[in-house]
């Protein structure tokens, strides 16, 4: 893996880390599934963010609700990535 890749991995990673800490700090619904229901501008304005939390979110609801266990599941595959 060249330095370029490795970075580009650490990026995602700590892209996913700063939603899963603003969700948990700030939490933009108690229900995540009702994402689409924001308004044009807002989806617009927070599409990358959004797009993350969308991710994070199909990550974590096939492993059954279980926040330290998918945390530990995403920092594992994370770190497949890097090596």
Request: glycine share 2%; proline share 4%.
């Amino acid at each position: 893996m060249t330095r370029f890749e490795l970075q580009k991995e650490l990026k995602k990673i700590d892209r996913c880390i700063e939603v899963l800490h603003k969700l948990i700090t700030k939490p933009l619904c108690e229900c995540i599934n009702h994402l689409g229901s924001f308004d044009e501008k807002f989806r617009e304005e927070n599409r990358v963010q959004l797009q993350e939390l969308i991710t994070v979110k199909n990550k974590l609801i096939p492993l059954n609700n279980k926040p330290d266990y998918a945390l530990e599941k995403i920092q594992y595959q994370s770190l497949r990535l890097i090596y």
